[in-house]
Each structure stands twice: as C-alpha cells, then as structure tokens.
C-alpha cells in the first residue's frame, strides 16, 4: 500500500516526522525512491544517509528518468560540438524578446511555405524539452537560414554572423538530423517511465528494445543478436560497425548521400532507405523513418524475428506441412485445427488474388517468358514497381482486370484493394 505524506517545510527531523505521523517506520521500509539530487542522495548528510543509518538493508532508487538523461548528457558532452547547444539557445533567444523580428520571421515561413510555429526554448532541468528544440529548428531550417542571412547583411551584428554561418554549416545539420534521431528513442523510454500505468512486468522488455536499438547504430548485427543484453560490452570495438556503416537515421543517410559521391549500403541491419530510395512508389517520403525504426524493433523481438528467420510461407495441400511452409491440414480434429485452416485460406486466397490481378496487368507473368534467367528476377521486380504505381495513381482499370481474372481463374478477386497492398507489404 502506497501513502502519500503530503508536503512539508524542510525543517529538522522533517522526514521522520512525516513517517510518524503516516503511522510508517523507516526501520522496516523495503525501499526508497526519489530525486537524484544532493539533498537525497548525497552520501555523509542526505535524506538516505538517515535511513541507512537505522536501516541498512533498504533499497536506494534514483529517478530513472533523470538518470538517463545524465548518461545522454555524459555521452554527448565530448561527442557534440558545443556549437550545437549554443545555436539551440541563441536561436531562441534572438526572437524571445523582440516582437519585430518575430513578425519579420513569418515573412520568411511564408515566402518558404513551413508552419508559423515559433521557436522553443530548451531548459535544462525539463529532460524532454531537447529533441522539441532540434525538432522545431529542424522544421523551421530553410526559414532560419533565410531570415538570419538578410540579418547578417542588414545588420551585421556578431549573433546573426555566428547563427548565419551555422545554419549553412552542412556538418552541424548533420548533427541536429542525429540528434534528433537519438533523442526521440530516449524519450521515448523516459515517456514510458513516466506513465500513470503498470509496467513492472513489460519494464525489461521494452528498456532491453530501447537499449538494443541504440547499440545497433554502431555495433554488429551477429553480435548483438546472439549476446544477453545483460551480457553485451557497449565499449567493445571488436565488434563495432566500420564508420561507414553506422546508423544515425534516414535524414542523415540522405544527407550523407548528397555530400558524398559514394552511396552508403547498411548490411548488418538493413535500412530501408536503401530500397525506398530506388523504390519512391513503395514508402512516402515522410515515412521512410517510421518504417525504418518499426523494422529495426522488431529484429529485437524474439517471437517476431523467429518468424522472420523461418521463411515462413503458405502453400496448398499438395505440399507437405514443414517450418517454412504452412499448409492446410486435410482432417482436422478439433476447433484449433479448424481455425488454422480458416485463417490460412483466407491469407492464402488474398495472396493468390493478389497474384491473379498481377498477372492480367502483365501478360507476360501469365503465360512465361523466354529471357535469361537473370532479366527475368529483374523484370518481376519492375513489374512490380510499375504495378504498384499505377495503382497510386489511380492508372489502373481494375474492373477488366476482374472480369479477365475470373475467365482464367474461375473467381472474383474480392478485395482486391486490400491484396494491392499486401503485395506491397511483400516487396
């Protein structure tokens, strides 16, 4: 049972008479939470100092939300150019306190069509607060660089010169793209240890996801998936990434490849970027991160990944029922069997649907072809391609495609919208 003690002045013996007076004894607490601060948790004359005293074998917990955003402070005090947190707060406070310089700031949000949002300022002790920052400076960068130009020549002053010639700087937009991508897999753990809700028993579950999604951005895909990640040595070289393959997120792929002539190719855990960036029609733009970060999660869910590593697939009755190909059970014996086969039919009928409107697009996949071997597996994936496509824009006489595949196949494609997409799903 919790109890709430209510707030007190901090006076002597403050603590204790809080617990008298709640009919507690700290002699038999179990635990103690609370702020990482020095008035808690410092050693000789803290709050848990006191309790040590008269009881040892109590549990210390600091705030774990403010923990971590220590270690991220930590890790980025020699990793990140001091500039980055400067162009954070001078950018801020450039229009905090003059109404006319934020008037002449929507001219330019207009001229550039981004959102009139303003600036946000960054505090220190509100964790969360950094990645809005980035966030929003990210948003409004075209703007910004705009705006403080005219300010450079105009008026010349020291502020605008240094925040004019950091917002061309393509290494510190490299540095906000990453940022931005690190910080919003933090906050979401810290959101999550925030929450009002029970989360002891999925708590390891999601800091291990959390934890291990960080560590593949520069650690090796074989290592960290065959290590306990109790196990795993963070600082261990021998198994980082070669700097050409480390992960900071699709905006600094894209960056990257505009900067360099060579195109960066991640294998160890595959990012879609390289496939969407031949592929526009398969992943919008704006979502390429999105998918990005749900494939690179579900590597670390055990049940999903054996999936995955099986090769699953279905198959009719003429094949035998194996771990990589799920086919129907001919005599089923129970309500569980009965369901399976209701479930695998109606995958199998959308994929084979699918297929069959495929298949009437392009004749050639109908009747065979003739080429070599190695134009074909490059046709199938154009084909593909162009399928998908003019399925998005709306180029594509679904009705005649029916009507052919019911003379071929004897039945109506039905939902054929919904097979559309599974296709694209499978590519």
């Known amino acids: ?100 310089r934020q008037k002449e700031f929507i001219v330019y949000q ?67 793209y990453a940022l931005n991508y690190i910080l919003q897999i933090v906050n979401k753990l810290n959101i999550i240890l925030q929450g009002d809700y029970t989360i002891v028993h999925t708590a390891f579950k999601d800091i291990s996801e959390v934890y291990m999604c960080l560590l593949s951005c520069y650690m090796k895909g074989s290592y960290l998936k065959t290590t306990d990640p109790l196990s795993i040595d963070p600082k261990f070289t021998v198994n980082f990434l070669s700097l050409k393959y480390i992960y900071l997120g699709v905006n600094v792929n894209t960056e990257i490849d505009r900067l360099l002539v060579h195109h960066v190719v991640y294998k160890d855990f595959a990012s879609t ?45 003429g094949y035998k029922l194996e771990p990589y190909l799920f086919t129907p059970i001919l005599r089923p014996r129970n309500r569980s069997e009965e369901k399976y086969n209701e479930a695998h039919i109606a995958t199998r009928n959308t994929v084979e649907r699918c297929y069959g409107v495929w298949k009437q697009q392009f004749q050639c996949l109908l009747f065979g072809m003739t080429s070599r071997l190695e134009n074909v597996k490059t046709t199938i994936v154009a084909l593909a391609v162009l399928h998908n496509s003019a399925v998005d824009h709306g180029d594509m006489q679904l009705e005649s495609s029916v009507e052919n595949n019911r003379q071929v196949s004897g039945e109506v494609p039905r939902g054929s919208a919904n097979a559309m997409l599974f296709y694209k799903l499978l590519l």
């Open 273 to 317: 970027f390289n496939v969407s960036k031949n592929f526009p029609n398969i992943v919008d733009e704006s979502n390429i991160q999105k998918v990005d970060d749900e494939l690179r999660q579900i590597k670390f869910d055990i049940s999903v990944r054996d999936l995955l590593e099986s090769d699953g697939h279905t198959g009719d009755s």
């Open 1 to 100: 049972m919790l109890f709430f003690i209510g707030f007190v002045l901090c006076k002597r013996h403050t603590l204790k008479t809080g617990l008298i007076n709640a009919s507690l004894d700290n002699k038999y607490a179990i635990g103690f939470g609370a702020d990482t601060t020095n008035v808690m948790f410092e050693e000789q004359g803290g709050v848990i100092a006191k309790i040590r005293h008269v009881n040892p074998h109590c549990m210390f917990i600091k705030c774990v939300c403010h923990s971590t955003a220590l270690c991220v402070s930590h890790a980025s005090k020699n990793a990140i150019p001091r500039a980055i947190n400067q162009i954070v707060q001078e950018v801020y406070g450039y229009f905090a306190h003059s109404s006319k």
């Open 110 to 176: 207009d001229f550039i069509g981004t959102e009139k949002h303003k600036i946000l300022r960054h505090y220190e002790i509100r964790w969360l607060s950094l990645h809005a920052c980035i966030k929003r400076i990210l948003e409004q960068w075209d703007a910004l660089k705009l705006f403080f130009q005219s300010q450079f020549l105009e008026v010349r002053n020291i502020l605008s010169e240094f925040l004019f010639d950091s917002l061309n700087d393509k290494i510190y937009k490299l540095y906000f």
